[in-house]
């Protein structure tokens, strides 16, 4: 049985950072890019980046892009995604995701098959 456990999440002020972790089990973990996405209330889930295999290989979504890193620990089945220079506007349910295809390397919440339960960051002004 395939589980995500994403943690990290909390409450910070504009301009602050955080440290999201997402263990993964049940799976290998080194067969399949990581990606994460997020969800703010009302709003479809987007993506916000994904980490290749090897753990270098990475691409952002344009509103994250210069102030999220991801990175992977294939020894730890973890994957990490660093947040800091954090707008309100990025208040949202974080997710991690597991694709369908260990070959995708999509920005689609639907090309995307295990998902964990998500954490909930939410930046004050």
């Known amino acids: 049985q395939v589980q995500l456990v994403e943690s990290g999440g909390g409450l910070v002020q504009a301009g602050g950072s955080l440290r999201l972790s997402c263990t993964a089990s049940?799976?290998?973990?080194?067969?399949?890019?990581m990606a994460w996405f997020r969800q703010a209330p009302g709003k479809e889930r987007e993506f916000v980046g994904r980490?290749?295999?090897?753990?270098?290989?990475?691409s952002y979504s344009t509103f994250v892009y210069g102030r999220f890193t991801i990175s992977r620990d294939n020894a730890e089945n973890t994957v990490y995604l660093q947040m800091n220079s954090l707008k309100p506007e990025d208040t949202a349910v974080y997710y991690c995701?597991?694709?369908?295809?260990?070959?995708?390397?999509?920005?689609?919440?639907?090309?995307?098959?295990?998902w964990g339960q998500g954490t909930q960051v939410t930046v004050s002004s």
């Open positions: 995701a597991v694709p369908t295809d260990s070959d995708t390397y999509s920005n689609l919440p639907s090309d995307y098959y295990y």
């Open positions: 980490m290749s295999v090897g753990g270098i290989k990475s």
């Open positions: 049940g799976l290998t973990f080194t067969y399949y890019p």
